[in-house]
């Protein structure tokens, strides 16, 4: 129990620091370890549906290859270094996912189709959206700006949200959020969580006003509920496939999927959110 202890405290400093550190020192740090976290998070993804599901095969290599060059070409576009010729080299591995199928004779094509594209929806699009909220055009100068603070602040809600909701949910929770796919987690624990992010929130507006503070407050909002939303649909992927962890990469913290499982749903929902925003303000 306590070396168990001591393992996740180790690794959880370790992965907030270099997360923290990579967003913060520079666009191109942060390109690099998110184009490698879209790479491995995919190859941890497709291998637990490849090995839990009978007769299926995702090509691993492709789909890894596909999520690491959307980070990179969406990277590229929302710098205003490429144009949108830059996703041709994407759309055909898609294709090339889609026609090989034809040819390799597999027990389960259907289930090879959707298990390649679900890791390019699910996993690889989340990723590469973050680039939205990171580069933005500065009207007063046209330039395009890298602003770390935007993708950050998904992060540390979730982090917020789901430490308050794990200590108040193991000390007082006793109602059930979702018992039928997270029998532990509680509505207490959730709320308490969604109170420690909006708090924050008020934080981020005081050092960050590029947001207005009633913006800041929906931004949190947004990240805890489809943040849960996103944990509870890994756990329901776990669950369908039998599986505790979805892989064994962060020692004491399971697996790539289960420490991004509520961004990869929090992600899409903030860049929606702040896109709407950002017509109301206008």
């Not at 040819?103 to 590469?128: D, E, G, H, T």
């Not at 700006?145 to 794990?166: M, Q, R």
């Not at 369908?240 to 004491?252: A, F, I, N, R, T």
């Amino acid at each position: 129990m306590k070396k168990n202890l001591i393992q996740r405290t180790v690794t959880g400093v370790f992965f907030v620091t270099l997360l923290m550190g990579c967003i913060l020192y520079h666009p191109f740090s942060f390109g690099i370890l998110f184009t490698i976290i879209s790479a491995l998070t995919i190859r941890e993804f497709t291998h637990l549906l490849n090995d839990k599901t009978e007769g299926a095969y995702a090509n691993q290599a492709i789909t890894m290859l596909g999520g690491a060059y959307l980070f990179l070409a969406i990277m590229a576009f929302c710098m205003n270094v490429a144009d949108s010729k830059v996703f041709i080299p994407y759309l055909a591995l898609i294709i090339y996912l889609i026609i090989s199928e034809l040819y390799l004779k597999r027990a389960n094509p259907i289930i090879n189709w959707a298990y390649a594209m679900f890791s390019q929806l699910y996993v690889a699009l989340p990723f590469a959206l973050l680039n939205v909220l990171a580069f933005q055009s500065n009207p007063n100068t046209d330039r395009v700006e890298y602003n770390a603070i935007l993708p950050l602040s998904i992060f540390i809600f979730i982090w917020l949200n789901d430490t308050g909701a794990y200590c108040v949910g193991s000390l007082i929770g006793k109602h059930r959020l979702f018992e039928r796919v997270s029998p532990k987690k509680s509505w207490e624990g959730s709320i308490a969580g969604g109170i420690v992010a909006i708090a924050a929130s008020f934080v981020f507006a005081s050092y960050f006003p590029f947001l207005p503070t009633l913006a800041w407050i929906g931004l949190s909002i947004t990240v805890v509920i489809f943040g849960t939303w996103g944990d509870l649909s890994e756990s329901l992927l776990k669950r369908q496939l039998g599986v505790k962890d979805s892989g064994k990469m962060l020692p004491g913290h399971g697996g790539m999927l289960d420490r991004f499982d509520s961004a990869l749903i929090a992600i899409p929902a903030a860049v929606v959110y702040l896109y709407m925003i950002s017509t109301i303000l206008s």
